[in-house]
């Protein structure tokens, strides 16, 4: 079985949650499609202004499906 027929689960850490090891199930797809995703998604770094003063940085589009989780925390792994 080639990885473009292989179930595949993607996991990253939503920056809204306190808890950085706890990653969340983003999507499932082929490995190539959730690379695809990922690179679809992915802008340049850009700063979100929050209401206390401090900010939120970002690296995916501005509401798309990955826009509040950190690309630094993502795995892809087979899909159980």
Sequence with gaps: ????????????????????????????????ELWKLIHDETVDFYREDRPNGLWWGKRFRKGGPLEWFNKSTLEIRPAR
């Design 1 to 32: 079985m080639s990885n473009t027929d292989q179930h595949f689960a993607m996991y990253m850490n939503d920056m809204r949650s306190p808890k950085f090891e706890q990653l969340t199930l983003v999507a499932t797809g082929t490995e190539d």
